[in-house]
């Protein structure tokens, strides 16, 4: 079977109802949900041929409702990643927004992208198209915000997800996907991603304070964030990297997660210039700390309050745009 089908999920504690929409090709099975623009899962062949399930997510909408913290495959914004001190200048003027990490703003804050509805439709024959209107003011951010993303199953298999918004006011703007993926399988209770290998293109990152905002830019040689060799994940890691093709107009390969034990391995590509690597070490809920690794394709956190970095400005007449691909393979 391939193609693209959608059906009822659930319905909201406000009444709400929320749709899963599944796409289907080459050997790769992907279901995202309208509430948060959520990947659900997403099924690959081992090297056996079996597939199985390689995000963490819950079966039904409850769980999300109930754990909405760590994020689960979901569609993040306004502002991926953190904004220090939960607020920001912009044309002269400050604006606040909500700070929902402590003295920060997290992934668009209290309730951002991925705790609202989507409108979906389908694009095409393997691929949907998630929209909404993000008003003016909303968690504290300026401009009416109009926001796509369409997610598509590539010839290959690969996962393209492809970001657009326009603004009618001047305002910052960086959105990302927010799965765990865990290669060995989530289905029957997953186990820990730390003996996964992965591969970082980055010679820098950006290290944090305590409340987890850049400091600068340091190199990673000689030092733990070091993984432009292939090594195995580990743990401890909350960080953005600097990617070292920096911003392109076509995504391009940046990262390798592989799994040894399932021979899967997962290439992440994109347009965007940082790569925030999170070991889900805080993770609560019914998955057990360090049982899946995030890889979000970003622009570098707490860049509004830092000229030197990218900018995330994003004016009236301007169109922002943002690729992801994440491709699947097996290895010997």
């Not at 994020?71 to 939960?86: D, S």
């Not at 990152?205 to 090594?231: K, N, Q, S």
């Not at 399932?262 to 609560?284: H, I, N």
Request: contains cysteine.
């Amino acid at each position: 079977m391939s193609g693209l089908s959608g059906t009822h999920f659930g319905t909201l504690s406000d009444g709400t109802e929320v749709r899963s929409w599944t796409l289907e090709r080459a050997g790769v099975r992907v279901r995202v949900l309208s509430y948060g623009g959520i990947v659900q899962s997403v099924e690959v062949p081992d090297r056996t041929g079996r597939a199985g399930n390689v995000v963490l997510g819950f079966a039904d909408l409850a769980g999300y409702e109930e754990h909405p913290g760590p994020y689960f495959g979901a569609l993040v914004g306004r502002y991926a990643n953190r904004i220090g001190g939960g607020s920001f200048p912009l044309d002269g003027r400050t604006y606040e927004v909500t700070r929902n990490e402590g003295p920060s703003c997290l992934h668009g804050g209290g309730r951002g992208f991925d705790q609202r509805v989507w409108d979906v439709i389908p694009d095409g024959p393997y691929a949907v198209r998630l929209s909404r209107v993000s008003p003016d003011g909303e968690e504290g951010f300026p401009g009416r915000v109009e926001v796509s993303a369409v997610y598509a199953l590539e010839e290959s298999g690969a996962l393209r997800i492809d970001y657009e918004a326009v603004t009618d006011a001047p305002t910052v703007l960086a959105l990302t996907n927010h799965s765990y993926w865990n290669l060995g399988g989530v289905d029957g209770g997953p186990e820990s991603t730390t003996g996964h290998e992965l591969r970082i293109d980055a010679s820098r990152y950006t290290p944090v304070d305590a409340d987890l905002i850049p400091t600068g830019v340091a190199e990673v040689a000689g030092t733990r964030f070091d993984f432009r060799a292939a090594r195995k994940a580990g743990s401890g890691y909350d960080h953005n990297y600097v990617l070292d093709k920096g911003v392109t107009e076509a995504a391009e390969e940046i990262a390798e997660l592989y799994d040894p034990a399932s021979g899967r391995a997962l290439t992440v590509a994109t347009t965007e210039p940082g790569l925030q690597l999170y070991t889900a070490d805080q993770v609560t809920g019914p998955f057990a700390p360090g049982c899946g690794v995030a890889l979000e394709t970003q622009h570098f956190p707490d860049s509004p309050n830092r000229p030197e970095f990218p900018s995330t400005v994003l004016r009236p007449g301007e169109v922002y745009r943002s690729r992801t691909v994440y491709g699947f393979r097996v290895r010997d």
